[in-house]
C-alpha cells in the first residue's frame, strides 16, 4: 500500500524535522500540536530549515519554499487524521503524556494505518499495551535534523508485525532513508550508549574536571567526532537528555543511569541548549 499521507503529532523540534523531510520527499503531512502558537513557530522553524538549506547547498536543487510548505497541514485537531497512512509520533518524553496520545489516535486513524513512536527510551512494548493494534506499533527513533540524517533506529516491539517492519522500511526509504532494525530494550542501541556517555560528559564539567569546550574538544580532536557530547546533547536539547536517562534509570535501576545534578539544574533553569538559546553553549 502506497504510503502518501502522513500524520505528524508533536511540533517540537523532531516533529518539525520530520513533517519537513516528508514534505521534501513529495508526501502530504499533517501536523498537529496542542495550540497554533506553537504551530506558527514551527512553521517559522521550516522556513528557517530551507534558507539554510539554500545557503550551503548552493550546486544543489532546492525544492521552492512555498510548494514544500503547501504540503503541510498545521492543525490542532485529531480529526484531520482519519484519512492518515502513516503517523510518527514525537510527543515529549514522559510517559503519562505519551499514553494519552494512542486511545486517540486508534479512535481516528484507518485499520491499516501505523503507529511510529519517534522515542529515545520509552518501551515500544509499552506504548502498544494502550493500543487495539500492538502488530503496526514500531519505533522509529530519526536522528537530529532529520532532513540531514540518512538512516533511523527502527524499533520492534513484542507484538510489531513483520508486515509492519516491511512497511516502515518502505515509509522510510520514502524519505530517502536506511534503517537499522533492533529489539526493544530501553534506550535501544544509541540511546542505551549515547544517553550514558552524555550524562558522564555532564559529570566531568559538574566535577569540575574539564570545562565543556574541552570535554568536547577531545572527543572531537582525537576520536575524529564531528560533535562532541555536550554539544550534541545541546543540540537534542537538555530536557529532553534528563528524560530519557531518567528513563533508563528508572528502567535498569542502575546507579550508572542516574542522572547528574547539573543536568537537572541547568533544565531547571530554562537552559536546554539549542533551542531556547541556551546551553552548554551559547546560540544566536
Not at 523531510?21 to 496542542?34: E, K, S
Not at 510489531?160 to 534503517?179: N, Q, V, W, Y
Not at 528502567?251 to 543536568?263: A, E, H, I, T, V
Request: aromatic share 8%; charged share 25%; hydrophobic share 40%.
Amino acid at each position: 500500500m502506497k504510503i502518501e499521507v502522513v500524520g505528524v503529532i508533536g511540533a517540537g523540534v523532531m516533529g518539525v524535522g520530520v513533517a519537513q523531510n516528508l514534505a521534501q520527499t513529495n508526501h502530504r503531512a499533517v501536523l498537529v500540536d496542542i495550540s497554533d502558537e506553537v504551530l506558527e513557530k514551527a512553521k517559522a522553524e521550516i522556513q528557517k530549515n530551507m534558507r539554510f538549506e539554500r545557503m550551503f547547498n548552493k550546486s544543489a536543487s532546492v525544492e521552492n519554499l512555498d510548494d514544500v510548505l503547501a504540503r503541510i497541514t498545521l492543525t490542532t485537531d485529531y480529526s484531520q487524521l482519519q484519512d492518515v497512512d502513516f503517523v510518527v509520533e514525537n510527543v515529549v518524553e514522559k510517559w503519562d503524556i505519551k499514553k494519552e496520545v494512542y486511545p486517540k489516535l486508534d479512535a481516528i486513524c484507518p485499520e491499516h494505518c501505523v503507529f511510529a513512536a519517534n522515542t529515545s527510551c520509552i518501551s515500544i512494548t509499552r506504548i502498544g499495551s494502550v493500543t487495539k493494534r500492538p502488530d503496526r506499533i514500531i519505533g522509529m527513533h530519526f536522528m537530529n535534523p532529520v532532513p540531514l540524517k540518512q538512516t533511523a533506529e527502527v524499533i520492534r516491539g513484542y507484538h510489531t508485525s513483520e508486515e509492519t517492519i516491511e512497511r516502515a522500511k518502505t515509509f522510510l526509504a520514502g524519505m530517502g532513508k536506511d534503517c537499522i532494525i533492533v529489539n526493544d530494550s530501553p534506550g535501544f542501541v544509541s540511546n542505551r550508549v549515547l544517553m550514558l556517555t552524555v550524562n558522564e560528559a555532564v559529570y566531568l564539567v559538574h566535577d569540575q574536571v574539564a570545562s565543556a569546550q574541552d570535554v568536547d574538544r577531545l572527543f572531537k580532536n582525537c576520536f575524529g567526532h564531528k560533535m562532541g557530547p555536550l554539544e550534541t546533547a545541546d543540540l537534542i536539547g537538555l530536557d529532553t537528555i534528563l528524560y530519557s536517562i531518567e528513563v533508563l534509570y528508572e528502567s535498569f535501576n542502575d546507579s550508572k543511569y542516574r542522572p547528574c545534578p547539573l543536568l537537572k539544574k541547568m533544565v531547571d533553569a530554562g537552559l536546554h541548549g539549542r533551542k531556547s538559546g541556551q546551553g552548554f553553549y551559547t546560540y544566536q
